[in-house]
């Protein structure tokens, strides 16, 4: 049977697309992680590197609407057999995969230091760094991606670091809460009884917001059209 009819063959088809045109503007930001990785190396801490080359693919995750952008090769999409929502499923999954491959760059990277500098890894800081990670990933392309499918790269690009400040000010509100040690000394109690639970959590909340995200997309783009 010929995938290329198949709607999973279509999505599996954006998605080599994506991933062809993104490796084009993906020399720099390699560079910029190495830098990230030098950095934590230099302060002997696997957290830092591991954190720094997560949060730093966020960034990455943008690149293939930059990278089409910039070329205007977004337009042989739109001559190829595929509907709006498959090339829009192919970009989500361009994002996901994108993310597995950050998890497992910055795991490694973090075991090595953790190797050279003799620097013990504690579990519970390895999972807690990686599934907070994986789920702020999510959230940031999660706020991204519609933007960038209805407003295009260099429009909306200003607004990928909305997801930063929302935090940020999440944040300050709940430490100025009376009771936010005592809670977050209770989560970090649950979490420490049951680490195998943290990634679990960091997985579904991540995949969950990305499904809203892509809904959301296809509906701003559906009434567009």
Do not use: W
């Not at 993104?22 to 930001?29: E, N, Q, S, V």
């Not at 966020?58 to 498959?86: C, Q, R």
């Not at 944040?171 to 040690?181: D, I, P, Q, T």
């Not at 649950?190 to 909340?205: E, K, N, R």
């Amino acid at each position: 049977m010929n995938t290329g009819t198949t709607s999973a063959g279509r999505i599996l088809h954006s998605l080599k697309l994506d991933f062809f045109a993104a490796k084009a503007g993906l020399r720099l930001p390699m560079i910029v992680i190495m830098a990230l990785v030098i950095v934590g190396a230099g302060a002997k801490q696997p957290y830092l590197s591991l954190a720094l080359v997560l949060l730093f693919s966020v960034v990455l995750g943008g690149t293939v609407f930059s990278t089409l952008e910039k070329n205007h090769a977004d337009v042989m999409y739109g001559v190829l057999p595929l509907k709006k929502i498959e090339m829009m499923i192919g970009r989500y999954l361009y994002a996901l995969i994108f993310s597995v491959a950050a998890l497992i760059i910055g795991s490694i990277v973090a075991f090595a230091i953790s190797r050279i500098f003799n620097v013990k890894l504690d579990s519970f800081m390895f999972l807690a760094v990686l599934s907070v990670a994986f789920a702020y990933y999510c959230f940031a392309v999660g706020v991204a991606y519609p933007l960038y499918f209805k407003f295009g790269f260099t429009k909306a690009y200003i607004f990928t670091m909305v997801p930063t400040y929302f935090l940020g000010i999440l944040g300050v509100v709940l430490m100025s809460r009376k009771n936010f040690a005592s809670n977050l000394n209770s989560v970090v109690q649950f979490f420490t009884a049951h680490q195998y639970l943290m990634p679990i959590f960091g997985v579904i909340g991540g995949l969950v917001l990305l499904v809203i995200s892509l809904a959301v997309a296809n509906a701003i783009v559906a009434r567009a059209n």
